[in-house]
Structures are given as C-alpha cells and as structure tokens.
C-alpha cells in the first residue's frame, strides 16, 4: 500500500506493522520514568492528528519502540519518539544539506526533511533493516504530569548555587575521587 506524506511516498505493510504492535508489551510496562509518562499523557492532546498520521501504516501511537527527552524549555518538553514498521521509502527528500566552515565540513538536517503534522509534531522516516522503516516522531508537549519536571529543573538548582573558586572546586573533585590535596 502506497501512502504520501509530504515529500516521502511509503510503500507500507500495515497488516504486518500491526500484528507487530499487537504483540509488543505497552510502552509503561517497559519503562515508567517520568519522562515518557508524560510523553503518553500529554500526546493524547493529539491523539487524533496521530492517529490519523500512524494508522494507515499500522503504528499503535500510544505504544512507541523508544522514546528520547531531547531538551527542555519552560514547561515545554521536545521528544523524539521512534516506531517501526514494515515497508519501504519509495521516495524522500535529502535529509542532509553538507556545510563546510573553517573548522571543516558537517551534515546539517534540513527542516524540509520533516513531514509536519502540525507546529508541534513532525515525522520523518529512516531506513533500518531489510524491510523496516523506523518512523520518527518529533514532538513539542507540555509538562502534565503534577511531578517537577525533572527534565528543567537541574539546571536551575545549578545556576542557584554561588559560583565557587578554583581552589574549591578541585578541593570538591579531589574529595569525590579519595586523593587528598595539598591547600595553597
């Protein structure tokens, strides 16, 4: 089954993807951790935008094979979420521009690379193995859960501590490594 998504034809086994799916423990049973708890409850926001995206390749949105905290802003929280399924890219765009500097060249992804579902949730699709495709979604949500984002608050407590002088600071990382060090 053909399915177009922006400049990425797939040619897709859904059937396959689902029973896939099917078998597959929920994404909670494998992990609990405050972050991909929040990732499920606040993506219900969308569930029918994802679902409408993930559906014709017989993806279970709520069940994603991984999920990464890729940064965090405020009380809003980027994720990359990865699902597999069965099939092929017929067609999709150059996912990489090469940019050459005085430092040397690097690959930088190219925002035309992404699938938008809307502002907030992008897909794009990657190759793996013979036969599989690893669907990337890319996602901007909300903090929900009623626990402190963990994800925002550390570097916040850091910036709250006084800075320290050389001198304590090697003093503190002797401490840590059981060396004792002479004081100056």
Not at 11 to 35: I, K, N, Q, V
Not at 50 to 69: H, K, M, R, T, Y
Request: charged share 25%; hydrophobic share 40%; net charge positive.
């Amino acid at each position: 089954m053909k399915l177009e998504y922006g400049k990425y034809i797939i040619d897709a086994e859904p059937a396959r993807t689902a029973e896939l799916y099917a078998s597959l423990p929920p994404c909670l049973l494998r992990c609990s951790c405050p972050g991909c708890q929040n990732f499920l409850k606040s993506s219900r926001s969308y569930a029918s935008e994802l679902e409408a995206a993930l559906a014709p390749l017989g993806i279970d949105f709520a069940n994603p094979w991984e999920i990464s905290v890729l940064h965090a802003e405020g009380e809003t929280v980027a994720y990359s979420a990865v699902y597999r399924a069965y099939g092929r890219r017929v067609r999709a765009p150059k996912l990489y521009d090469t940019q050459t500097n005085e430092i040397g060249t690097i690959n930088v992804i190219r925002p035309s690379a992404f699938w938008e579902i809307n502002s907030a949730l992008k897909l794009d699709f990657q190759k793996a193995a013979r036969g599989e495709l690893l669907v990337r979604l890319t996602a901007e949500l909300p903090w929900v859960m009623e626990t402190l984002n963990c994800f925002y608050s550390a570097p916040a407590r850091r910036a709250e501590r006084p800075p320290r002088s050389r001198a304590a600071r090697v003093m503190a990382a002797a401490k840590r490594f059981g060396k004792a060090v002479k004081k100056e």
